[in-house]
Protein backbone atom coordinates (compact mmCIF):
# COMPACT_ATOMS: atom_id res chain seq x y z
CA UNK A 1 0.00 0.00 0.00
CA UNK A 2 1.41 3.47 -0.78
CA UNK A 3 2.06 5.99 2.06
CA UNK A 4 -0.76 7.76 2.77
CA UNK A 5 -3.56 6.09 0.41
CA UNK A 6 -6.80 4.83 1.69
CA UNK A 7 -8.28 1.52 0.92
CA UNK A 8 -11.03 1.52 -1.87
CA UNK A 9 -13.25 -0.34 1.30
CA UNK A 10 -12.49 3.09 3.55
CA UNK A 11 -13.64 4.82 0.94
CA UNK A 12 -16.56 3.96 -0.24
CA UNK A 13 -20.23 3.94 0.85
CA UNK A 14 -23.65 2.25 -1.01
CA UNK A 15 -27.22 1.68 -0.52
CA UNK A 16 -28.20 -1.51 -0.97
CA UNK A 17 -31.14 -3.73 -1.68
CA UNK A 18 -30.27 -7.64 -1.11
CA UNK A 19 -31.84 -10.40 0.51
CA UNK A 20 -31.14 -10.76 4.36
CA UNK A 21 -29.40 -14.72 4.66
CA UNK A 22 -26.44 -15.72 2.20
CA UNK A 23 -24.72 -18.93 2.39
CA UNK A 24 -22.08 -19.30 5.29
CA UNK A 25 -18.66 -19.30 4.00
CA UNK A 26 -15.12 -19.89 5.50
CA UNK A 27 -14.12 -16.32 3.65
CA UNK A 28 -13.13 -16.03 7.74
CA UNK A 29 -10.33 -18.41 7.31
CA UNK A 30 -8.50 -16.56 4.86
CA UNK A 31 -9.26 -12.95 6.25
CA UNK A 32 -6.07 -11.42 6.79
CA UNK A 33 -5.50 -10.30 10.44
CA UNK A 34 -4.15 -6.62 10.80
CA UNK A 35 -1.44 -6.52 13.51
CA UNK A 36 -2.32 -5.46 16.65
CA UNK A 37 0.31 -3.58 17.69
CA UNK A 38 0.15 -1.80 20.83
CA UNK A 39 -3.46 -1.65 20.68
CA UNK A 40 -5.17 -3.85 23.57
CA UNK A 41 -7.81 -6.53 22.07
CA UNK A 42 -11.15 -7.28 24.12
CA UNK A 43 -15.13 -7.21 24.03
CA UNK A 44 -17.84 -5.75 25.57
CA UNK A 45 -20.05 -8.08 27.98
CA UNK A 46 -24.52 -7.44 27.80
CA UNK A 47 -26.06 -9.92 30.28
CA UNK A 48 -29.13 -8.72 29.41
CA UNK A 49 -28.22 -9.82 25.65
CA UNK A 50 -27.07 -12.61 26.70
CA UNK A 51 -30.70 -13.43 28.57
CA UNK A 52 -32.79 -12.28 24.84
CA UNK A 53 -30.58 -14.98 23.20
CA UNK A 54 -31.32 -17.37 25.91
CA UNK A 55 -28.52 -17.66 27.10
CA UNK A 56 -27.13 -18.29 30.95
CA UNK A 57 -25.34 -14.72 31.23
CA UNK A 58 -22.42 -16.60 33.98
CA UNK A 59 -22.04 -19.53 31.88
CA UNK A 60 -21.56 -17.33 28.47
CA UNK A 61 -19.11 -14.68 30.47
CA UNK A 62 -17.42 -17.88 31.46
CA UNK A 63 -16.82 -19.08 28.15
CA UNK A 64 -15.61 -15.96 26.80
CA UNK A 65 -13.37 -15.42 29.35
CA UNK A 66 -11.75 -18.25 28.70
CA UNK A 67 -10.32 -16.68 25.24
CA UNK A 68 -6.93 -15.17 25.48
CA UNK A 69 -8.07 -11.24 25.00
CA UNK A 70 -6.99 -8.40 26.97
CA UNK A 71 -9.78 -6.41 28.44
CA UNK A 72 -13.49 -6.87 29.09
CA UNK A 73 -16.04 -3.71 29.18
CA UNK A 74 -18.57 -4.40 31.87
CA UNK A 75 -21.61 -2.31 32.70
CA UNK A 76 -23.58 -1.09 35.90
CA UNK A 77 -26.71 -1.09 35.12
CA UNK A 78 -28.89 1.15 37.62
CA UNK A 79 -32.13 -0.62 37.43
CA UNK A 80 -30.45 -3.87 38.59
CA UNK A 81 -27.78 -2.60 41.05
CA UNK A 82 -30.96 -0.49 42.52
CA UNK A 83 -33.93 -2.38 42.08
CA UNK A 84 -35.89 -0.70 44.68
CA UNK A 85 -35.54 2.69 46.72
CA UNK A 86 -32.61 2.58 49.37
CA UNK A 87 -31.16 -0.65 47.86
CA UNK A 88 -27.83 -1.23 46.58
CA UNK A 89 -27.40 -4.55 45.07
CA UNK A 90 -24.19 -5.25 43.01
CA UNK A 91 -24.22 -9.28 43.12
CA UNK A 92 -24.20 -9.55 39.54
CA UNK A 93 -21.50 -7.06 38.75
CA UNK A 94 -19.33 -8.18 41.53
CA UNK A 95 -19.48 -11.74 40.05
CA UNK A 96 -18.63 -10.84 36.68
CA UNK A 97 -15.68 -8.40 38.01
CA UNK A 98 -14.21 -11.41 39.77
CA UNK A 99 -14.41 -13.51 36.73
CA UNK A 100 -12.73 -11.37 34.81
CA UNK A 101 -9.96 -10.75 37.73
CA UNK A 102 -9.91 -14.85 37.42
CA UNK A 103 -8.76 -14.69 33.99
CA UNK A 104 -6.54 -12.21 34.17
CA UNK A 105 -8.35 -9.89 31.99
CA UNK A 106 -8.17 -5.93 32.67
CA UNK A 107 -11.72 -4.18 32.84
CA UNK A 108 -13.21 -0.98 31.52
CA UNK A 109 -16.20 -0.03 33.78
CA UNK A 110 -19.29 1.65 32.32
CA UNK A 111 -21.05 3.54 35.62
CA UNK A 112 -23.80 4.49 33.45
CA UNK A 113 -25.58 6.51 35.70
CA UNK A 114 -28.46 6.93 33.18
CA UNK A 115 -27.25 5.02 30.08
CA UNK A 116 -25.26 1.89 29.97
CA UNK A 117 -24.29 0.18 26.60
CA UNK A 118 -26.70 -2.42 25.31
CA UNK A 119 -30.60 -2.23 24.45
CA UNK A 120 -32.73 -0.37 25.50
CA UNK A 121 -29.53 1.76 26.66
CA UNK A 122 -31.21 3.72 29.15
CA UNK A 123 -31.65 1.17 32.31
CA UNK A 124 -33.15 4.39 35.05
CA UNK A 125 -35.09 2.38 37.99
CA UNK A 126 -38.54 3.33 37.85
CA UNK A 127 -38.49 5.26 41.29
CA UNK A 128 -35.97 7.08 39.88
CA UNK A 129 -37.68 8.51 37.05
CA UNK A 130 -39.76 10.98 38.54
CA UNK A 131 -40.59 13.37 35.35
CA UNK A 132 -40.38 11.55 32.22
CA UNK A 133 -38.13 12.59 29.61
CA UNK A 134 -39.34 14.54 27.30
CA UNK A 135 -38.78 13.74 23.06
CA UNK A 136 -37.05 16.02 21.33
CA UNK A 137 -35.49 17.79 24.18
CA UNK A 138 -32.24 17.38 26.31
CA UNK A 139 -32.35 16.14 29.69
CA UNK A 140 -30.62 18.94 32.06
CA UNK A 141 -29.74 19.23 35.80
CA UNK A 142 -32.71 21.94 36.27
CA UNK A 143 -35.27 19.75 33.84
CA UNK A 144 -34.70 16.54 36.15
CA UNK A 145 -33.24 17.64 39.14
CA UNK A 146 -34.15 14.35 41.38
CA UNK A 147 -32.57 12.01 38.35
CA UNK A 148 -29.58 14.31 38.36
CA UNK A 149 -28.78 14.23 42.18
CA UNK A 150 -29.28 10.55 42.07
CA UNK A 151 -27.56 10.25 38.99
CA UNK A 152 -24.50 11.94 40.50
CA UNK A 153 -24.58 9.64 43.58
CA UNK A 154 -24.95 6.44 42.04
CA UNK A 155 -21.83 6.94 39.53
CA UNK A 156 -20.16 8.25 42.97
CA UNK A 157 -21.04 4.76 44.80
CA UNK A 158 -20.20 2.31 41.90
CA UNK A 159 -16.38 4.21 41.45
CA UNK A 160 -15.83 4.00 45.25
CA UNK A 161 -16.90 0.48 45.56
CA UNK A 162 -14.27 -0.68 43.02
CA UNK A 163 -11.89 1.76 42.71
CA UNK A 164 -9.86 -0.02 44.81
CA UNK A 165 -9.29 -3.02 41.97
CA UNK A 166 -6.15 -2.98 39.93
CA UNK A 167 -7.93 -4.74 37.22
CA UNK A 168 -9.94 -1.95 36.36
CA UNK A 169 -8.20 0.11 33.91
CA UNK A 170 -10.70 3.29 32.91
CA UNK A 171 -14.29 4.56 33.42
CA UNK A 172 -16.64 4.73 31.37
CA UNK A 173 -19.23 8.04 32.15
CA UNK A 174 -22.62 6.94 30.10
CA UNK A 175 -22.90 5.54 27.30
CA UNK A 176 -23.68 7.83 24.06
CA UNK A 177 -24.53 10.70 26.49
CA UNK A 178 -25.50 12.97 23.82
CA UNK A 179 -26.90 10.81 21.32
CA UNK A 180 -30.96 9.46 20.62
CA UNK A 181 -31.06 5.55 20.39
CA UNK A 182 -32.05 5.42 16.79
CA UNK A 183 -36.09 5.89 16.41
CA UNK A 184 -36.94 4.65 20.30
CA UNK A 185 -36.29 7.89 21.87
CA UNK A 186 -34.94 11.46 20.93
CA UNK A 187 -34.52 12.90 24.32
CA UNK A 188 -30.41 13.08 25.05
CA UNK A 189 -28.26 13.96 27.90
CA UNK A 190 -27.54 17.41 28.57
CA UNK A 191 -23.29 18.12 28.29
CA UNK A 192 -23.99 19.77 31.40
CA UNK A 193 -25.51 16.67 32.93
CA UNK A 194 -22.71 14.57 31.59
CA UNK A 195 -20.23 16.86 32.94
CA UNK A 196 -21.07 16.87 36.94
CA UNK A 197 -21.12 13.08 36.54
CA UNK A 198 -17.61 13.21 34.93
CA UNK A 199 -16.41 15.50 37.88
CA UNK A 200 -18.15 13.10 40.50
CA UNK A 201 -15.86 9.94 39.13
CA UNK A 202 -13.15 12.25 39.11
CA UNK A 203 -13.64 13.43 42.69
CA UNK A 204 -14.10 9.46 43.72
CA UNK A 205 -10.91 8.95 41.89
CA UNK A 206 -8.43 11.10 40.08
CA UNK A 207 -6.04 8.27 39.48
CA UNK A 208 -7.99 6.54 36.12
CA UNK A 209 -8.84 8.36 33.00
CA UNK A 210 -12.43 8.52 31.72
CA UNK A 211 -13.55 6.95 28.55
CA UNK A 212 -16.51 8.47 26.79
CA UNK A 213 -18.45 7.42 23.63
CA UNK A 214 -20.44 7.87 20.42
CA UNK A 215 -21.32 6.52 17.11
CA UNK A 216 -19.50 7.14 13.95
CA UNK A 217 -21.90 7.36 11.03
CA UNK A 218 -20.55 5.57 8.04
CA UNK A 219 -22.52 6.91 5.44
CA UNK A 220 -24.03 10.16 4.56
CA UNK A 221 -27.79 10.00 5.31
CA UNK A 222 -26.70 8.38 8.62
CA UNK A 223 -24.36 11.22 9.12
CA UNK A 224 -26.62 14.06 8.09
CA UNK A 225 -29.52 13.12 10.07
CA UNK A 226 -26.92 12.82 13.65
CA UNK A 227 -25.91 16.37 12.87
CA UNK A 228 -29.94 17.50 12.39
CA UNK A 229 -30.65 15.32 15.61
CA UNK A 230 -27.84 16.75 17.80
CA UNK A 231 -27.07 20.48 16.56
CA UNK A 232 -28.03 22.12 19.49
CA UNK A 233 -24.53 20.72 21.59
CA UNK A 234 -23.01 18.27 18.88
CA UNK A 235 -23.61 14.58 19.45
CA UNK A 236 -21.74 12.58 21.89
CA UNK A 237 -18.22 12.21 19.84
CA UNK A 238 -18.07 15.86 20.16
CA UNK A 239 -18.94 16.09 23.79
CA UNK A 240 -16.22 13.46 24.51
CA UNK A 241 -13.91 15.36 22.96
CA UNK A 242 -14.29 18.17 25.34
CA UNK A 243 -14.69 16.06 28.71
CA UNK A 244 -12.93 11.84 28.53
CA UNK A 245 -9.54 11.20 28.43
CA UNK A 246 -10.09 8.55 25.37
CA UNK A 247 -13.15 8.60 23.40
CA UNK A 248 -14.35 5.77 22.22
CA UNK A 249 -16.22 4.95 18.52
CA UNK A 250 -18.73 2.81 17.72
CA UNK A 251 -18.29 1.51 14.19
CA UNK A 252 -20.90 -0.15 12.57
CA UNK A 253 -20.33 -0.12 8.75
CA UNK A 254 -22.69 -2.25 7.31
CA UNK A 255 -26.22 -2.41 8.71
CA UNK A 256 -30.32 -2.62 7.71
CA UNK A 257 -32.93 -0.43 7.29
CA UNK A 258 -36.19 -1.81 6.40
CA UNK A 259 -37.28 -4.80 5.28
CA UNK A 260 -38.65 -4.56 1.74
CA UNK A 261 -40.40 -7.80 0.85
CA UNK A 262 -38.27 -10.85 0.28
CA UNK A 263 -35.01 -8.36 0.14
CA UNK A 264 -33.35 -5.60 3.13
CA UNK A 265 -32.50 -2.42 2.36
CA UNK A 266 -28.68 -1.78 3.98
CA UNK A 267 -26.45 0.86 4.57
CA UNK A 268 -23.22 -0.24 3.42
CA UNK A 269 -20.47 2.42 4.60
CA UNK A 270 -16.96 3.21 5.61
CA UNK A 271 -14.50 5.08 7.69
CA UNK A 272 -14.15 7.65 5.27
CA UNK A 273 -15.10 11.27 5.10
CA UNK A 274 -14.73 14.65 6.98
CA UNK A 275 -16.05 13.55 10.43
CA UNK A 276 -13.79 10.25 10.84
CA UNK A 277 -10.37 11.90 9.57
CA UNK A 278 -10.99 14.67 11.60
CA UNK A 279 -11.50 12.80 14.41
CA UNK A 280 -8.46 11.23 14.09
CA UNK A 281 -6.38 13.96 13.35
CA UNK A 282 -7.82 15.46 16.04
CA UNK A 283 -6.81 12.34 18.44
CA UNK A 284 -2.96 13.10 17.40
CA UNK A 285 -2.66 16.58 17.94
CA UNK A 286 -4.44 16.68 20.93
CA UNK A 287 -2.32 13.34 22.09
CA UNK A 288 -5.63 11.94 23.45
CA UNK A 289 -6.00 8.03 23.49
CA UNK A 290 -8.97 6.70 20.95
CA UNK A 291 -10.25 3.58 21.40
CA UNK A 292 -12.87 1.25 19.16
CA UNK A 293 -15.32 0.85 22.24
CA UNK A 294 -17.81 -1.43 19.27
CA UNK A 295 -16.21 -3.17 16.54
CA UNK A 296 -19.55 -4.50 14.61
CA UNK A 297 -19.14 -8.29 15.01
CA UNK A 298 -22.75 -9.42 15.08
CA UNK A 299 -25.55 -8.55 12.19
CA UNK A 300 -27.43 -5.30 13.24
CA UNK A 301 -30.99 -5.77 11.07
CA UNK A 302 -34.20 -4.24 11.40
CA UNK A 303 -34.93 -6.59 14.56
CA UNK A 304 -33.20 -5.28 17.94
CA UNK A 305 -32.02 -8.77 18.67
CA UNK A 306 -29.71 -10.28 16.21
CA UNK A 307 -31.59 -12.87 14.19
CA UNK A 308 -29.93 -16.14 13.85
CA UNK A 309 -30.60 -17.96 10.12
CA UNK A 310 -31.01 -21.61 9.59
CA UNK A 311 -27.42 -23.58 9.57
CA UNK A 312 -25.33 -22.88 6.70
CA UNK A 313 -26.87 -19.62 6.60
CA UNK A 314 -25.56 -15.80 8.15
CA UNK A 315 -26.91 -12.55 8.20
CA UNK A 316 -25.79 -10.22 5.36
CA UNK A 317 -24.98 -6.85 7.71
CA UNK A 318 -22.21 -9.54 9.18
CA UNK A 319 -21.23 -12.56 8.14
CA UNK A 320 -17.86 -14.24 10.20
CA UNK A 321 -15.76 -12.69 7.82
CA UNK A 322 -16.57 -9.65 9.17
CA UNK A 323 -15.80 -9.64 12.07
CA UNK A 324 -12.32 -10.21 10.75
CA UNK A 325 -12.82 -7.18 7.89
CA UNK A 326 -14.01 -4.52 10.36
CA UNK A 327 -11.01 -5.10 12.65
CA UNK A 328 -8.80 -4.82 9.74
CA UNK A 329 -10.47 -1.98 8.55
CA UNK A 330 -10.32 0.19 12.05
CA UNK A 331 -6.59 -0.79 12.68
CA UNK A 332 -5.68 0.48 9.09
CA UNK A 333 -7.53 3.65 9.61
CA UNK A 334 -5.89 4.51 12.78
CA UNK A 335 -2.45 3.63 11.43
CA UNK A 336 -2.86 5.68 8.40
CA UNK A 337 -3.01 8.30 10.55
CA UNK A 338 -0.40 7.51 12.58
CA UNK A 339 -2.89 6.91 15.81
CA UNK A 340 -2.45 3.66 17.28
CA UNK A 341 -5.95 2.39 18.78
CA UNK A 342 -5.89 2.31 23.22
CA UNK A 343 -8.18 -0.41 22.26
CA UNK A 344 -10.37 -2.18 19.55
CA UNK A 345 -13.27 -4.31 21.60
CA UNK A 346 -15.44 -6.74 19.30
CA UNK A 347 -19.28 -5.78 20.03
CA UNK A 348 -21.34 -9.01 19.93
CA UNK A 349 -19.51 -11.82 21.90
CA UNK A 350 -23.17 -13.18 22.94
CA UNK A 351 -24.05 -13.80 19.38
CA UNK A 352 -21.18 -15.90 18.40
CA UNK A 353 -22.06 -18.01 22.03
CA UNK A 354 -25.64 -18.26 20.82
CA UNK A 355 -24.37 -19.51 17.33
CA UNK A 356 -22.22 -22.29 18.28
CA UNK A 357 -24.36 -23.73 20.54
CA UNK A 358 -27.01 -23.39 17.22
CA UNK A 359 -23.75 -25.59 15.20
CA UNK A 360 -22.12 -22.53 14.20
CA UNK A 361 -18.95 -21.90 15.68
CA UNK A 362 -17.27 -19.91 12.87
CA UNK A 363 -18.03 -16.56 14.85
CA UNK A 364 -16.15 -17.76 17.70
CA UNK A 365 -13.14 -19.10 15.65
CA UNK A 366 -12.87 -15.78 13.47
CA UNK A 367 -12.69 -14.14 17.11
CA UNK A 368 -9.90 -16.36 17.94
CA UNK A 369 -8.18 -16.24 14.56
CA UNK A 370 -7.62 -12.33 15.14
CA UNK A 371 -6.43 -13.33 18.63
CA UNK A 372 -4.05 -15.66 17.27
CA UNK A 373 -2.26 -13.73 14.60
CA UNK A 374 -2.83 -10.45 15.43
Partial sequence: MMPGRVPARLRTGALRIVRATRPLTDRWREEPVASRGPTLLGISFRPRQAEALGLDPEATLRTLLAYPFDLVRLGAYWDRVEPAPGRFVPDELDRELEAAERAGKRIILCV????????????????????????????????????????????TR???????RASILAWQVEHEAADPLGMEHSWRLAEAFARAEVDAV???????????????????????????????????????????DIVGIGYYPRHALLRAGSRTVYL?????????????????????????????????EVATTPPSPAAGTAMYSCPPERV???????????????????????????????????????YLRAFARVLDEA
Fill in 112 to 155: GAVKTFGYPECFVPVHQLKTRMREGALVTPRSHPALFGAAVAFV
Fill in 202 to 244: RAADPTRPIMMNGFLPTSLPVAAQQWWRTRDQGDSLEVARRLA
Fill in 268 to 300: DGGLRGRRAQGLRAWAKAAGRGLMITEGQAEPW
Fill in 324 to 362: IQNYRECLEWARLGGVPLYAYLFWGAEYWVSRAQRGDPS
Fill in 158 to 164: VVERYRD
